[in-house]
């Protein structure tokens, strides 16, 4: 069935470079993730090499963060907290300790490399189950990626909260060539990583195509062969706008988790108004409203419960 919705929201510009911006966040991530799990193994191991007492169990397997503070733990695991800080880029910004499952810092590389990230990581248990928020801020914090400029990273950190915080998910064409600008540069940042030159090539393809050619001839869809379109074009078009809607809903899977983990903690929070207006948004448009119900409940729960 073509998505007629769809079609009507890739012919608005702004939300096209909207969703064409945020899938060159998931292209990113894709591209980042093998990279710095490896990363990370190898920084868990130079720690466990360099310091005895880090490889020592916890001393009462019971070490845990009491809302995002981590005190009176062992002797252990205050050794690794106190590690972590060492390695920290800016020790005076909030660590989010609750992402933490503190006795597992001696045994998992993951469990290390969360200490570095926002909030609500504490079920994700590898690399390819973050978001590019979680691995730019990892690489952000943690000075084991000391190859890195961070100045180029917190660019693009920056400009994808702008993205994702978007009141109305539009930004406009000028926004997009400053953001091209920031992802080139953090692209070049890791020129020694081989699959990062295919990761630049799908950005700039991403950014340079024209998504609406994927819905033009839409009014003759019912007879295909008039005006020189043929069939193969509709199937073209069928599975063109399947794929551009997995990448949208994926885009907006990820604010939705994003904001609705922000409500929990707070319902007094921009994130709150944010989400009441994705909601709207979400309703306003059939398709999504269907794929997107059990969050919409979520939403409407959470606004009944302020």
């Known amino acids: 069935m073509v998505l007629e919705e769809l079609v009507v929201r890739l012919n608005d510009r702004e939300y096209k470079n909207w969703l064409k911006a945020g899938r060159c ?12 799990s490896h990363s990370m193994r190898a920084f868990h191991a130079d720690l466990l090499n360099q310091n005895t007492l880090l490889r020592k169990p916890c001393e009462t397997s019971a070490c845990k963060p009491r809302g995002n503070k981590l005190s009176s733990s062992c002797r252990v695991c205050s050794e690794w907290q106190t590690v972590i800080l060492r390695h920290h880029r800016n020790p005076d ?36 189950q973050c978001d590019a928020s979680a691995l730019l801020n990892l690489i952000n914090y943690c000075d084991c990626f000391r190859s890195v400029d961070p100045k180029f990273v917190r660019e693009v950190i920056r400009f994808r909260n702008e993205l994702m915080h978007s009141c109305e998910f539009r930004v406009k064409d000028e926004w997009v060539r400053r953001y091209h600008t920031a992802v080139k540069n953090l692209v070049r940042q890791f020129s020694h990583v081989p699959q990062m030159a295919a990761v630049g090539r799908q950005i700039e393809e991403m950014l340079t195509v024209d998504l609406s050619i994927c819905v033009s001839g839409l009014d003759h869809l019912d007879s295909p062969v008039s005006d020189g379109l043929e069939c193969d074009s509709v199937s073209q078009w069928e599975s063109s706008a399947d794929l551009i809607s997995q990448w949208e809903a994926e885009l907006l899977r990820e604010t939705l988790q994003e904001l609705l983990h922000a409500a929990a903690v707070d319902t007094k929070t921009q994130d709150t108004e944010q989400l009441k207006r994705l ?12 794929r997107f119900s059990a969050e919409l409940q979520a939403i409407n729960s959470l606004e009944a419960g302020q």
């Not at 966040?25 to 710095?36: A, W």
């Not at 998992?108 to 609500?120: I, T, V």
């Not at 909601?279 to 269907?290: H, I, S, V, Y």
């Open 25 to 36: 966040l998931l292209i990113l991530k894709d591209g980042l993730h093998p990279f710095i």
């Open 279 to 290: 909601g709207g948004f979400l309703q306003a448009n059939r398709d999504l409203g269907e």
């Open 93 to 128: 910004a909030t660590v989010n300790w609750d992402n933490c499952v503190p006795p597992n810092w001696r045994t998992d590389h993951w469990e290390l490399a969360k200490a570095y990230m926002p909030r609500g990581q504490g079920k994700v248990r590898s690399a390819d």
